[in-house]
């Protein structure tokens, strides 16, 4: 079974750095991509940042580009998300998420078989 594990989440100030991270432990998986995204309390959840690992593209919610920077070791199946000049609007439980199959869009929940547990990200004004 495979799991995957987020950490890195915290309290800051607005303007403030997080760097949340993500890593799969259990047998031995391949994923097509991987992603996060967040859920803030009466809000569903909706796509951050994500990365193919054919070519390494990425691709990033309108609200945080130019803020956030995924990146990633595909051989080793981990994730991070770099999160810069953090506003309160960001403030959200963050879930990595992982497609072993390869299909749909990267901005789709649906998309993802394989899921975290969440880390919160707390920031404050």
């Known amino acids: 079974q495979v799991q995957l594990v987020e950490s890195g989440g915290g309290l800051v100030q607005a303007g403030g750095s997080l760097r949340l991270s993500c890593a799969a432990s259990?047998?031995?998986?391949?994923?097509?991509?991987m992603g996060w995204f967040r859920q803030a309390p009466g809000k569903e959840r909706e796509f951050v940042a994500a990365i193919s690992w054919s070519g390494g593209s990425t691709l990033y919610a309108v609200s945080v580009k130019g803020r956030f920077t995924i990146s990633g070791d595909n051989a080793k199946n981990t994730v991070y998300l770099q999160m810069n000049s953090l506003k309160p609007e960001d403030t959200a439980v963050y879930y990595c998420?992982?497609?072993?199959?390869?299909?749909?869009?990267?901005?789709?929940?649906?998309?993802?078989?394989?899921w975290g547990q969440g880390t919160q990200v707390t920031v404050s004004s």
């Open positions: 998420a992982a497609d072993s199959i390869g299909r749909g869009n990267s901005w789709f929940p649906g998309s993802y078989d394989l």
């Open positions: 259990g047998r031995t998986f391949s994923s097509y991509r």
